[in-house]
């Protein structure tokens, strides 16, 4: 059984086959567990929905970098009454910092990611954190909230930055990218993570792993990133699935 920890089943990419995925192809490809995180407020409506629906998805609540102009104290609230009524939502997320575009100022991000650090204090829940090109902000707002804990998902940082995290309890989220051929930093990065801490993703419609790289990413790909975690391991592919299981339950606090 595997469980895709970062998967985006409401995006707008799997309008034309969201049932036939999610009722057909997921179970069929071994997906026993899914976490679907929102990217803002609407997002995370439609994500909170979908794990309302299906017994094996669970949800996050939560606006992305490139929403965190919408964040304020109307949002946080919806945000608050959703987790009240919705106990399949397990996560604020994703929340972070994108440098990459700057579409969305650094001082409104960085705002919006610390509203919503402060959120999953009150709320005890773990995060979801979205840092792309902004890892030293990443570590230095992170640290100022010492009982929050969660996972840097699609990670992209340094072997040094991956144990730093894992070192403070934080859970490392790999995609796709295990299986490009420059996967090199991914693997390193994996590799200095205890193997109690990671966890993997599709980060569906995105990252697409080989030979599918470029196209619309499912979750029913997420097999390939156990298998290149199997081969850094040394251990089969089955024990690499159980193991990344077990982690991404922990990290939700989901017993089943
Ligand atoms: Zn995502």
Redesign the pocket.
Known sequence: MLFDT?A?MDDHAFDPDRAFLLETALPQAGIGLLMN?G?SLASSRAASGLSQRYDYIYSAVGS?PDAADEVNDEVLDAYRAMCRENPKIRAVG?IGLDYHYEDIPRDIQQRAFRAQMELARELNLPV?V?EREAHQDGMRIVTEFSQVMGVF??FSGSAEMAKWLADRGWYVGFTGVLTFKNARRALEAAAAVPRDRVVIET?CP?MSPEPFRGKRNDPTRLCRMAEALAALWGVTPEEAEFITFENGKRLYKIDN
Do not use: L
Request: aromatic share 8%; charged share 15%.
């Open positions: 970062h985006h995180p990217c992305h994703e979801i979205h998902h699609c980060d995105y």
